[in-house]
């Protein structure tokens, strides 16, 4: 594989791993997300049904006209109740004990007061003209709300920090009623006014704590798919890439080689002999150049046909290779003709080689079907001169394998043109 095409298949492999990093980080942000907001939401409709439960308990004992408990430790006459004018606030039954009045605000009161200690919550009554300053006054989120509710909402939350740890915090505003006049006669309002609102107070630290546990559970599941998923790809990504370059190569090798023979065909042949050329000017090293040529070729394949003519030239081709060395040069030149370029050669020795060639193909007959074919080849032999081209070397060599057909064939002839012939 090229280095621009690897490059290519490399950043495009980076891309989509940072691409599912981020589209499966975002998914498991996205439940997370979905599940903290799911449980807000449980937290947000307690704290409703909570404060829809208070309201209940106000109007079942304003429509009582309030409760009366026993006086003991601990439960007093309420001060404020007391001032108000009209009101009977403490009562005496037969036996002597003494009861004072709870109205709604006060039970409201002491509701919440149990709820946080049983509950863990909490219930305020609240107003921008508090009746009991010392009570009812607004904290800051109460205030807000109730300038809220003075512009038409209906509820508000919010959660808040605090020193022992986060506070969800709900409020919804409280409507003046005709059951309210006992109370509240003195301060102007109409049926339906908003007069103003309960607040519940829910802590939430236990909640935040396991939000963040699971967010921890979710990180860590979305770094094990992750892990797992972009090592399967980094596995395909290899293998693939690996079985692209062994594709790629097959057909560089495809390209380079004939199919038959399986040597160098012409064009790959040519280039690796001009370059194996190029080194010997560098080296001086003395280079021979055997052409061959099977007699008889067209002979076989009129006689036999066209399948033993490949046969005879695969079969010819074992021959030559196990005939030369491993660096020998091979190149099928054409039809039946080959070029054998042999390097670190002098004349003598490309002449062995060449006999030695001639020999074996003479005395090995070649097998087809239940018929054997003799064959033999011509081979013409020229050293490369000084200064010589790839096209005067193999023409020299051609030359000489004229000759050697022209002398009868099976047999090996020497060039003995100079350079200048």
Not at 187 to 192: A, E, H, L, R, V
Not at 233 to 239: E, K, W
Not at 342 to 365: G, M, R, Y
Request: glycine share 6%; net charge positive.
């Amino acid at each position: 594989m090229s280095h621009n095409s690897l490059t290519f298949v490399r950043k495009f492999i980076l891309v989509a791993m940072v691409v599912i990093t981020i589209f499966i980080g975002l998914i498991f942000l996205a439940f997370n997300i979905r599940s903290e907001e799911l449980t807000i939401s449980v937290i947000h409709q307690q704290a409703k049904s909570l404060f829809g439960q208070m309201i209940l308990v106000r109007r079942w004992v304003t429509s009582h006209g309030g409760v009366y408990v026993k006086v003991r430790p601990g439960v007093d006459p309420n001060p404020y109740l007391t001032s108000l004018p009209g009101l009977k606030v403490n009562i005496i039954d037969e036996s002597g004990q003494q009861y004072t009045l709870r109205n709604p605000g006060v039970v409201t009161r002491e509701i919440s007061e149990l709820a946080n200690k049983e509950g863990g919550y909490s219930f305020h009554i609240s107003s921008l003209q508090p009746v009991n300053p010392s009570t009812n006054t607004p904290d800051d989120f109460e205030r807000n709300s109730l300038v809220m509710f003075e512009k038409g909402s209906r509820e508000a939350f919010t959660i808040e920090q605090r020193p022992e740890g986060p506070v969800y915090r709900y409020m919804a505003p409280l409507y003046y009623e005709s059951t309210c006049s006992r109370c509240h006669s003195n301060q102007g309002y109409s049926i339906g006014d908003i007069r103003g609102g309960i607040s519940v107070s829910i802590p939430i630290k236990e909640v935040y704590s396991k939000m963040r546990t699971n967010r921890l559970y979710t990180g860590g599941a979305a770094l094990m798919v992750l892990t797992l998923l972009l090592a399967t790809l980094t596995y395909i990504t290899r293998r693939f890439v690996r079985a692209l370059k062994e594709s790629e190569l097959k057909l560089v090798e495809m390209a380079a080689t004939d199919s038959l023979t399986g040597f160098l065909n012409r064009r790959a042949g040519m280039m690796r002999i001009e370059e194996e050329l190029s080194r010997q000017k560098r080296s001086g090293e003395k280079i021979s150049c055997l052409m061959l040529d099977i007699d008889h070729f067209k002979k076989v394949n009129d006689t036999y046909g066209h399948q033993a003519g490949d046969t005879v030239l695969a079969r010819f081709a074992a021959v030559l290779g196990d005939s030369l060395r491993k660096h020998d040069i091979i190149c099928r030149y054409g039809g039946e003709e080959f070029i054998v370029l042999l390097p670190e050669t002098d004349l003598a020795s490309a002449i062995v080689t060449a006999q030695k060639i001639c020999d074996c193909t003479h005395k090995n007959s070649i097998k087809y079907r239940d018929t054997g074919i003799k064959v033999t080849v011509s081979i013409g032999v020229a050293q490369l001169q000084q200064d010589e081209s790839v096209d005067s070397l193999i023409w020299r060599a051609d030359e000489a394998l004229y000759h050697a057909k022209s002398s009868g064939r099976n047999c090996v002839k020497v060039a003995i043109q100079e350079l200048s012939a």
